[in-house]
């Protein structure tokens, strides 16, 4: 089980801490030194991935763990465990992953929990949901509901470019779907937790939009399947389908036995707050508490003290930005651990931990051999800060160019097939 | 146009005043005094309806106004001038009113505007949405989905043997529609209003319910024709309709012009910081402010100074009240206004205005040469207590009896027709 702390404890303490502020909405580390994970885990009661965690899930899927779990930049769970072993049973589970479309275009930032969900996918062979959080958009950020649903098709279709099988995954925004108990499921949420609460793990204030103080549940909700009646394959679930479970009996904690298949949830730690708040109110739903598998944050390319912002254009690379794009920006903003002179660097060699290039080279450089010798080379100062940037260009223009022409070939006929609620 | 004061200015003032407490939750008067309407139209800036509007709704229908409105029962609007004078100019509207189902059966009181709603419906012809609320009465109450559910459907069969016309009438629950644009009005309304300003209208604390908090715009968006485009029988108006605002261009008050159906509210009037709310935010969204027409509060069999309560048995006549039920909560425990003895009543008479039963008449007896007789006769102390009140006995089981005759034709089969999702 995850943790000894149970959620409920940690819940209050999701804001700042002395110089570190996480929201869903803001990531800011200390000015010395960036983003302090380990505080975060202890404070939000998750759990970190431990090697022994990664064979497991190797063993129990028999394929390779995915880079981004196996170097740790998925570094976090809750209950990941627990998917596997009831897996190992024989039972079924589902993910849920999302997106907020706040611009045309995704950046490299927004493709890893994207990544990790079709390895996820293909790996457990298991039905998606991805909610496109319109709504939350609008609150947040003055959008048009016209503006939105535009962005919300435009990154539809590089969220389809990814990969994922169209059999398989469901894509809603909020704006369209509300079936099935999914705004049943929000209304006993919303009578769960209480304006305190929701201030105090979310940080509202005064001015927030009233639209963004009762948006948490719209998130929280599709981490339950009776919100989904129409993804009928996990009905064969050892663990049957029950849409309402209002007449079950609660215990002395107001629990009730949990039904519904499984939900885990793939997602930058910053999301964190709207799923403590999912888990803690499960139990009283009669809902499985959704598990969790949690990305740190992709570093910006001036640094890791913040994460990649798609309103900051020079901040990240886009999947729509051209090779000439993608080297000129490498080469003018990529922080760079190197040392000032190369008689310096090749004397003293650079500090991988704060490069940026070496940084997302462990992102996106699949050749774990390649990565450890370039990791060495550079850090000892036989290779130089543009020698690393031009192998960053490589692969980047690779990956770049290639989601290009997949994501080309997506007809907004696919983004309706997609999207369509329909039998799965 | 409705009164100088904006909506805007008078909008934070919704709360307690010295001693009245006003709430779409709770309504308590001043020990001495009871309810003062006039402080309460002043302070949320409605208009009271004068004899001139109730002789040009008159002329307007081409039928006499209800006894409801002739009599002072519905006092105040916003905007029924401005409804009448459209539709004077050929243009449509639609009602639109609503129910929160807390208990099994409608008492009196629960009545009053579904009177009011179906004498508009028939001498104006127009379309009607009944909004059930079940989500806020799970916030409120703490009701199970199912729970509510079944409650909506018990009092939706009350709301059906009112007698409204199937073929304009659409009743829906919030736990199940959410179609058009609905749940997209909902989302631009949470947009413009922030927590603040919430806190300052509903009186929300950090105990209320996340839900709760975000619930006003659910009740605010039925007023706008754009969450109901199945209801087509209003495209026909001259003021055509556009399901989406969101091309239009706004003036420096952020304001656009207004498309879609205009809408009329009946209602009792501390429903009205949910439409002041609306009223606010419609400009914005591109619609016209919905207008109202407003009660004051049917009277407690104990009294003037509160609203009769679902929870409170002995306060309300129920719709499911037997006739000696009805005799005897009359006989026990109507507030008389007469004397203590039957000598002082002959010498004093009864003060009519605090008695409920001659109250009472006010909204239930058709006849108003027989109630002015009444008032008249009993005032002097011509008339007993005793005879008041077998006067109003009479009145009340034939409305109950009749009512419930219809109410027992209302089949299942009839609610799923009116709550039908279905092009009218």
């Not at 997106?99 to 929990?113: A, D, E, K, Q, V």
Request: hydrophobic share 40%; glycine share 8%; charged share 25%.
């Amino acid at each position: 089980m995850s943790g000894a702390a149970s959620d409920m404890e940690t819940s209050q303490s999701s804001l700042e801490s002395s110089e570190q502020v996480i929201t869903p909405w803001e990531v800011s580390g200390s000015e010395e030194a960036g983003i302090d994970y380990d505080k975060l885990v202890n404070q939000w009661g998750c759990q970190r991935i431990t090697p022994d965690l990664v064979a497991k899930l190797e063993a129990v899927t028999a394929t390779r763990a995915h880079t981004l779990i196996r170097r740790g930049i998925f570094f976090a769970h809750r209950d990941l465990d627990v998917i596997l072993d009831s897996y190992q049973r024989g039972e079924k589970f589902f993910l849920y992953t999302g997106r907020g479309p706040s611009s045309g275009s995704l950046h490299l930032g927004h493709l890893i929990p994207f990544l990790i969900t079709k390895y996820l996918q293909d790996a457990f062979d298991v039905p998606l949901v991805v909610q496109m959080t319109d709504d939350e958009k609008i609150y947040m950020k003055g959008l048009g509901v016209d503006e939105a649903r535009t962005l919300c098709h435009e990154n539809a279709k590089d969220i389809i470019a990814v990969g994922f099988d169209v059999k398989k995954t469901f894509i809603f925004s909020d704006l369209d779907y509300l079936g099935g108990d999914f705004y049943r499921n929000i209304v006993r949420m919303g009578q769960l937790v209480n304006l305190n609460q929701a201030q105090s793990t979310f940080g509202f204030a005064g001015e927030t939009k009233l639209g963004m103080v009762g948006f948490p549940p719209v998130q929280a909700c599709p981490s339950f399947s009776s919100s989904f009646p129409h993804i009928k394959s996990w009905h064969s679930a050892r663990d049957g389908f029950k849409p309402d479970a209002a007449s079950k009996k609660t215990n002395d904690k107001g629990e009730k036995s949990a039904s519904g298949v499984r939900c885990l949830i793939p997602c930058a730690i910053d999301q964190d707050p709207y799923f403590r708040m999912t888990r803690e109110c499960a139990p009283r739903m009669g809902y499985h508490k959704p598990a969790l598998i949690e990305a740190s944050f992709f570093p910006a390319l001036q640094g890791a003290k913040g994460k990649m912002s798609a309103s900051d254009e020079t901040s990240a690379i886009f999947l729509t930005d051209t090779p000439k794009q993608i080297k000129d920006k490498i080469n003018k903003y990529a922080f760079s651990g190197g040392q000032q002179t190369v008689e310096e660097h090749r004397r003293l060699g650079a500090n991988i931990d704060i490069d940026v290039s070496y940084q997302w080279l462990k992102f996106f450089l699949d050749d774990d051999d390649e990565l450890a010798r370039i990791g060495e080379e550079y850090a000892r100062g036989r290779m130089l800060t543009g020698e690393i940037k031009a192998k960053l260009i490589d692969v980047l223009t690779d990956l770049v160019v290639s989601f290009q022409r997949r994501r080309a070939m997506v007809t907004d006929d696919m983004v309706y097939a997609y999207m369509a609620v329909r039998n799965m």
